[in-house]
């Protein structure tokens, strides 16, 4: 059964600095692996989508690295704002298309 | 903005109810998949519709049913409401049932079951 670790479960940083996400997995079958971030109350908004077959997904501020044979993934925030504050979720997709979600790390950037 | 919609936003019921959440879909998906989210936790996958047929199930109770209609949207139907179903539920829809592409969430419905 796969089953989607994420640490830490939250974590508080001053404005300005670069901060990593990370995430795990216990099956490597996966199709992809996504992050997203989710607001308080809110649905969820994809952040990076990267394939089984890919190593690592960039946007703006933002990194995503995957390690399947390792079952790990690393989301890297550069130069973190306020606005960044929000739950950070990580889903693997399974060998039956359907996403598996961590737990989520509750990201708060102070000014 | 994702163009997938859901109704209500907030509903609280009381337990022995039933409920029935609404999603509709992005424009050209065929896919509804729908989730639960207690609170703290990461979103759980209940089942998923594609072509008005289920396909695919998680962990959940056959009190938990749905619907997908012609048009692609999409109900969640829960009998008998206990307190533990208090949640915010999601559907998320793509193109393609099957494929590796992402799906597009909308924003939830919070369900409380006093």
């Known amino acids: 059964k796969q089953e989607v670790t994420q640490i830490p479960a939250a974590l508080s940083v001053p404005e300005g600095e670069n901060l990593v996400l990370n995430c795990s997995f216990t099956?490597?079958?996966?199709?992809?692996l996504q992050w997203f971030r989710q607001d308080p109350g809110k649905g969820l908004t994809s952040l990076l989508l990267?394939?089984?077959?890919?190593r690592e997904q960039t946007s703006g501020r933002l990194n995503a690295s995957l390690d399947k044979s390792s079952g790990r993934s690393t989301l890297y925030i550069a130069a973190s704002q306020p606005g960044d504050s929000a739950t950070y979720l990580c889903?693997?997709?399974?060998?039956?298309?359907?996403?598996?979600f961590g737990s989520g790390t509750r990201l708060l950037v102070r000014p | 903005e994702t163009g997938v919609t859901q109704s209500p936003t907030h509903l609280i019921k009381t337990r022995g109810q039933q409920v029935t959440l609404r999603c509709s879909s992005q424009s050209g998906h065929n896919t509804v998949s729908w989730y639960q989210q207690a609170l703290g936790q990461g979103p759980q996958f209940i089942f998923q519709?594609?072509?008005?047929?289920?396909?695919g199930r998680g962990n959940f109770p056959p009190r938990f049913s749905g619907l997908q209609f012609p048009n692609y949207s999409s109900e969640l139907n829960v009998n008998a409401l206990e307190l533990d179903d208090s949640a915010l539920y999601l559907c998320a829809s793509s193109s393609i049932a099957g494929s590796q592409e992402t799906q597009y969430f909308g924003p939830g419905t919070r369900l409380l079951v006093l």
């Open positions: 099956d490597s079958a996966i199709y992809n």
């Open positions: 990267i394939q089984s077959s890919q």
């Open positions: 889903a693997v997709m399974d060998s039956s298309y359907k996403l598996i």
């Open positions: 519709y594609y072509r008005e047929e289920e396909n």
